[in-house]
């Protein structure tokens, strides 16, 4: 096998980066770059699925810096160019499960949060990490309404984010990250729900309270802190016991959602 479809065209497997075993456990189908890339939550652009692709394209990501702060023995201010040259990339597939009950599986290009966190030597006192992502109402349309509370915010537990699984995505399919799925900088949580995920980060800010969220300040009943994956927990409106496999067709059965998305 000398290349890899990607429904626009190929990429030698030569020019992907290394395919990391250790954090790929999720040996399922691929999911096609088509559907990676036209499917989509990521509500500053749009809330239909397909309105992120159509109205991301022009959105300007270079010059692009990133602000860690707070809890830290040296806050820092860097670029996406620099972090992308300070740590290298390398493949990880992963089962991306969203709480609306779909799922995909993403061959990711990324590393470790925890590297890039470890550069800022934490304090002690660190007990959570909250992320911030672009508010730029100009060229990002659907900040211009409230439909959440801009900009976008996301949080973990410290230790969550210093797990080797937590990732920093920088491409998917050995391509850079598209506007569309959270360029140039998103981060990628395998255990969690999709919308932990947050996108186009410009701020890291250790803390020692619990952050609020977007989504549990726009519906806290509906969207907790942790939003781990549990088919044993049903969303207050639907089931999470199965998932729907995005690409395998409106007929084709759901499948049983895994404890911890597959990764406990």
């Not at 499917?39 to 300007?60: L, M, V």
């Not at 969550?160 to 990628?188: C, D, S, W």
């Not at 907790?224 to 067709?249: C, D, L, M």
Request: positive net charge.
């Amino acid at each position: 096998i000398k290349s890899i479809g990607l429904g626009v065209g190929s990429i030698s497997l030569s020019s992907i980066p290394f395919l990391n075993n250790a954090y790929s456990q999720n040996k399922t189908k691929l999911t096609s770059y088509e559907d990676i890339t036209t499917y989509n939550n990521y509500y500053e652009f749009g809330t239909s699925k397909s309105d992120p692709y159509r109205n991301s394209q022009e959105f300007i990501t270079k010059p692009w810096s990133v602000t860690i702060e707070g809890e830290v023995e040296n806050p820092v201010t860097i670029s996406a160019e620099e972090i992308i040259s300070l740590f290298p990339s390398e493949e990880r597939i992963y089962k991306l499960r969203c709480v609306e009950g779909w799922s995909m599986v993403i061959p990711w290009m990324g590393f470790s949060l925890s590297k890039l966190l470890n550069k800022v030597s934490i304090k002690n006192t660190a007990k959570f990490v909250e992320f911030e992502s672009v508010y730029d109402p100009e060229q990002i349309k659907g900040q211009r309404y409230p439909v959440l509370n801009w900009p976008y915010r996301e949080g973990l537990r410290i230790d969550e984010a210093m797990h080797p699984i937590t990732t920093v995505v920088t491409g998917v399919y050995g391509k850079t990250l598209p506007n569309q799925n959270g360029a140039p900088l998103r981060i990628f949580v395998p255990w969690k729900y999709g919308f932990k995920s947050a996108k186009a980060i410009v701020k890291i800010k250790l803390v020692e309270n619990m952050p609020t969220s977007s989504w549990m300040r726009s519906s806290p009943r509906e969207y907790g802190f942790y939003s781990n994956v549990n088919p044993k927990v049903s969303h207050p409106r639907w089931s999470q016991a199965t998932e729907r496999v995005i690409g395998e067709g409106i007929l084709a059965p759901r499948i049983e959602t895994e404890m911890f998305n597959g990764y406990g």
